[in-house]
């Protein structure tokens, strides 16, 4: 398994020397192989959409590829094959598919959301359940991944609205942007290096092994958090995608050669929970709020120790205002602590270090002790 595990890696960083300003996207075709998903590339014609996904087929030997322009007048005989002569004179209704979809390992559609409805019902199928009805006979396909592309998405009350939904991993591309990497592009000549291959049964075996790697409570945990945030901000998505999502976490992971997944591959989730690309930027902010968030937290309850710290400071015309102030304080800095005492817990079960949690709690229980001295030097006057 290691061996197959560094061959992934290996085709991975192939790749992205082959294809600029397409690591994202390379990353999550890996993933998208491991975890049996489907990928969605969204953009203009001339960026390599469907050249990536030929040769990530063309790494898997053994593996069939099966590519197709759809467009309004396409038929279901282009893409699952045509009746069978032979079939009918049997009075039977099929189709040969020798060659088509139903066979392939990989496929690319382009133009993905042209599909007729006679098309849309069966590819449904073969998407989610990996069934093609052939007449009578249910054909078990052994599609791995389909590869859709598009230049724009259909609107959510469009009947197309749960072929978008099958695509769990999208991405938009767009024409090369950085001046540099477009020049090595047109330096770029083909050379017939050798490649590194995986083997159909190598991937096989490796798309089991990967369902070992464990997910932490506290990774589940931030995905609930993602979730909750990101309902506040409109962005709701089905139990089914979060669910799948887990799926391609451990994919990430176990190219990484990890056994549990990290809050470093929660990433990826970036592209997986958008249904507008207009929504990204959300999503990406709501994700590094869920992952780092703690420490904003810590800051806000720091700065409001040093509030309390500065309204006890302050001249009071009667000792009785000072000594209510005081205790109101020390009430407000307990609940401070433990909300400290909270974020420690939970950064504790994520393994993170406690350092700047215990010098910040430091910080305020200095607060705290200096504000009961006070009172208490206070106390001390009175009597």
């Known amino acids: 398994m290691e061996r197959a595990v560094e061959k992934l890696r290996k085709i991975r960083e192939e790749l992205k020397g082959d294809f600029f300003e397409r690591d994202e996207v390379i990353e999550g075709a890996l993933c998208a192989l491991l975890s049996r998903s489907h990928i969605l590339l969204i953009g203009p014609p001339g960026t390599a959409k469907s050249l990536l996904a030929h040769e990530m087929c063309s790494r898997i030997q053994g593996a069939r590829y099966f590519q197709w322009?759809?467009?309004k007048f396409t038929t279901p005989e282009e893409i699952f094959g045509a009746v069978s002569l032979r079939g009918l004179e049997n009075d039977e209704y099929r189709r040969v598919i020798t060659g088509k979809?139903?066979?392939?390992?990989?496929?690319?559609?382009?133009?993905?959301?042209?599909?007729?409805?006679?098309?849309?019902?069966?590819?449904?199928?073969?998407?989610n359940e990996r069934i093609f009805y052939n007449g009578t006979e249910v054909v078990r396909v052994p599609l791995i991944t389909l590869f859709g592309a598009s230049n724009e998405l259909p609107s959510e009350e469009d009947e197309l609205e749960a072929l978008y939904d099958r695509f769990l991993l999208r991405y938009v591309v767009d024409y090369i942007r950085e001046d540099f990497r477009f020049l090595k592009m047109l330096q770029k000549e083909d050379t017939s290096k050798e490649k590194t291959l995986i083997t159909l049964e190598e991937l096989n075996e490796c798309q089991s092994d990967m369902l070992k790697v464990s997910v932490p409570s506290h990774i589940l945990k931030l995905i609930a958090r993602?979730?909750?945030e990101l309902r506040k901000k409109g962005i709701v998505l089905s139990d089914r995608r979060y669910k799948h999502s887990v799926l391609v976490l451990k994919a990430r992971a176990y190219i990484e050669g990890k056994k549990e997944v990290g809050e470093e591959d929660l990433s990826i989730l970036e592209n997986v929970l958008w249904r507008s690309p207009s929504e990204r930027s959300e999503i990406q902010?709501?994700?590094?709020?869920?992952?780092?968030?703690?420490?904003?937290?810590?800051?806000?309850l720091l700065i409001q120790a040093r509030e309390l710290e500065s309204y006890v400071k302050r001249p009071w015309e009667e000792e009785e205002m000072f000594i209510k102030a005081s205790i109101e304080?020390?009430?407000?800095?307990?609940?401070?602590?433990?909300?400290?005492?909270?974020?420690?817990?939970?950064?504790?079960e994520r393994g993170k270090s406690l350092e700047e949690i215990i010098r910040i709690r430091d910080q305020i229980e200095r607060i705290q002790k200096d504000i009961l001295n006070k009172l208490?030097?206070?106390?001390?006057?009175?009597t």
Not at 108 to 114: A, I
Not at 285 to 300: F, K, T
Not at 376 to 382: A, D, L, P, Y
């Open 69 to 71: 322009l759809l467009t």
């Open 329 to 348: 304080a020390q009430t407000k800095l307990k609940h401070i602590i433990a909300n400290v005492d909270s974020i420690a817990e939970e950064c504790r």
């Open 285 to 300: 902010a709501v994700l590094h709020q869920s992952i780092h968030g703690y420490r904003d937290r810590l800051r806000e």
């Open 101 to 127: 979809l139903p066979e392939a390992h990989i496929a690319f559609l382009d133009e993905v959301f042209k599909a007729s409805s006679s098309i849309l019902n069966t590819l449904l199928t073969i998407m």
């Open 226 to 228: 993602v979730r909750a």
């Open 376 to 382: 208490v030097s206070g106390k001390e006057e009175m």
